[in-house]
């Protein structure tokens, strides 16, 4: 008696997709009682390469017609990152009643509501719980567990590749193009690691998570600030742990404000604590307080399990869809912060709080609303956000 098969359809099979391919064989068992005690299985991939010995190498066509015309096909799978086709082929699935499931944080970002509608009016799901996170389920936890809280900050560090650059610098105070190096041999950081230490990775995942969180289109050019992880140097990491904090590359929402770019982290918190390639991100809602989720937000294989989790929803038709139907304006707010001020020299009127590192400079903390003109002149001037705990009684 053959096993009653869920056919889908993964676009690329590069490391992602692989990843899909092997979660699914290797727990075939657990994903066959999520589904009622049916199985899952690829019945077409979609790449321009051949896999003479891949398992799948049957199934492997560079015809899109042939998947997006075949009635059996219910979900598609599209990890091959980019706009375009993604975009492309994911609109022409959802529109012949297919639902997608997808990693791709840029498609998600600028067009994530667009798709999401079109799934709606043609009664399937459009999910990308992958896109934000890898394997730790933050879209899912915005939507369903904070569905009775208003949110009033995420907070979080999104992208491991920075994580583990700043890490080697507080620990082992090496200067950044040193670390970086390091990542890159190791394998955390690409070739040209611009998307990672400049926060565009990390802005389009905070801006995902803040149009989830708040119901609005939240994009790009929405962000308050973008700014990476270059110009950090290690007096600055010194200076920053003298105050009792360390330096995190954040994507922020906060007051409707969508913000990424480098603060002080208090050392006690659990986001500080979050070293290497790890990402955590802290949630804070109007009714629970916060809530910390920590875990590998990258890696073929935990991506692949929130894939195929998105897989099984979209399938059994559990998964409410993730952006409102309003097409709110994003918020005008800002996000007070204290600020913390790094100089070089020594300039007059330094601030009692000021602490001197081992190079000669100084690092202050000042009230959000300080001004910091007499400042600016001085040799090695630079600032960054201080992310204070919220009062989760107010």
């Known amino acids: 008696m053959n096993e009653p098969m869920i056919d889908i359809a993964v676009l690329g099979l590069g490391t992602v997709g692989n990843g899909v391919y092997e979660v699914i064989t290797g727990n075939g068992l657990h994903i066959a009682r999520s589904l009622g005690g049916e199985a899952l299985r690829i019945r077409r991939v979609l790449d321009l390469r051949s896999f003479d010995t891949h398992p799948l190498r049957d199934a492997v066509t560079n015809d ?6 075949d009635p059996d096909i219910r979900v598609v799978v599209e990890t091959m990152g980019g706009l375009h086709p993604a975009y492309d082929f994911s609109k022409a699935a959802l529109e012949a009643g297919k639902s997608v499931v997808t990693s791709n944080k840029a498609v998600v970002e600028e067009y994530g509501r667009e798709l999401t509608e079109t799934a709606q009016q043609n009664g399937v799901f459009y999910l990308y719980e992958a896109a934000v996170g890898g394997g730790i389920p933050l879209i ?14 995420i907070a979080g560090i999104l992208n491991g590749t920075t994580n583990y650059i700043l ?3 507080l620990d082992d105070g090496m200067a950044f193009d040193d670390a970086l190096r390091l990542a890159q041999e190791k394998g955390y950081a690409e070739k040209d690691p611009t998307a990672d230490v400049d926060g565009l990775d990390t802005a389009r995942k905070i801006c995902i998570l803040a149009s989830i969180a708040s119901g609005k289109s939240i994009r790009l050019r929405d962000c308050r600030a973008i700014e990476g992880i270059r110009g950090i140097l290690p007096a600055h990491v010194e200076a920053a742990l003298l105050h009792g904090f360390s330096i995190k590359l954040l994507g922020v929402y906060e007051n409707g404000t969508v913000c990424t770019a480098p603060y002080l982290v208090p050392l006690d918190s659990l986001l500080s604590a979050t070293n290497d390639v790890f990402n955590a991100v802290s949630i804070t809602g109007t009714a ?24 099984i929803e979209a399938i059994n038709g559990t998964c409410p869809p993730v952006f409102r139907a309003e097409a709110d304006e994003p918020g005008s707010g800002s996000i007070p912060a204290r600020r913390f001020i790094y100089v070089d020299g020594c300039p007059d009127a330094l601030p009692r709080n000021a602490v001197r590192t081992t190079g000669g400079g ?8 300080a001004d910091t003109d007499a400042f600016r002149t001085t040799p090695g001037y630079c600032e960054y956000r201080v992310l204070d705990p919220l009062d989760c009684e107010s």
């Open 64 to 69: 899109f017609s042939l998947i997006v015309g």
């Open 140 to 153: 899912s936890t915005l939507h369903g567990s904070f569905g009775a809280n208003g949110i009033r900050r």
């Open 362 to 369: 100084y690092g202050f903390i000042v009230g959000a609303d």
């Open 288 to 311: 629970v307080g916060e809530v910390v989720l920590y875990g590998r937000g990258a890696g073929a294989r935990p991506t692949a399990s929130a894939i195929v989790s998105d897989v």
């Open 167 to 169: 890490t080697r610098l």
